[in-house]
């Protein structure tokens, strides 16, 4: 079968979610030290679970002294006056993606072409309501996938060099501690009685 070339007629500019990232990390490094990267499961790490999300873990592993009620309860503790939902500091520290943000790729998708890769994801038969007014989950679960890509490359970076910082430490310890001298043991003579 002939690969068909298709014709999109302008490109998609992804969100900044770096800076939103970096964000989020240095507010939980205030809040919980830099060590905090070590209570999340990169395997298990899904932006779009509440239970799997960086702030749901952390609060499920009581970093953020929560119960398991994961993000509701963790974000809650990260900001105490918190009053209403989809406050935009979620978004603005990288914990949520936006309704903004999805709709803006629904608006982009309906500009393409039916021939547009993307087209029967958004627009096929797997198109259901989603209750926040996007139109459908495919776009918000695109965006979160793509958040979820960004946190994760952060969070290796960072596990990464912690452990560096840690085999430094060890090996700095090795060279800087005293050495141990072996104590010679020195036979006494003994005299023979007879």
């Not at 800076?19 to 790490?45: F, H, Q, Y």
């Not at 592993?61 to 406050?87: C, M, Q, S, T, V």
Request: net charge positive; glycine share 6%.
């Amino acid at each position: 079968m002939p690969v068909k070339t298709v014709q999109v007629t302008e490109t998609y500019e992804m969100p900044d979610f770096v800076s939103d990232v970096e964000r989020g990390m240095a507010l939980l490094d205030e809040k919980l030290g830099p060590r905090w990267v070590l209570k999340v499961d990169p395997k298990m790490l899904d932006l779009s679970d509440g239970s799997y999300c960086v702030v749901g873990q952390l609060a499920i592993r009581a970093a953020l002294n929560g119960p398991l009620e994961g993000y509701h309860e963790g974000i809650r503790k990260i900001f105490p006056d918190l009053k209403e939902e989809n406050d935009p500091r979620e978004e603005a520290h990288g914990f949520v993606v936006g309704t903004k943000q999805a709709q803006a790729l629904a608006k982009w998708m309906q500009k393409q072409p039916s021939t547009h890769p993307w087209w029967p994801l958004f627009n096929g038969p797997t198109q259901y309501p989603n209750t926040s007014g996007v139109g459908t989950y495919a776009f918000s679960d695109l965006l979160y996938d793509y958040l979820t890509s960004i946190w994760l490359q952060v969070i290796k970076a960072r596990r990464s060099a912690l452990r560096k910082q840690a085999e430094a430490r060890r090996a700095a310890k090795k060279t800087t501690a005293p050495k141990k001298v072996a104590k010679k043991t020195v036979a006494k003579k003994t005299t023979r009685r007879r």
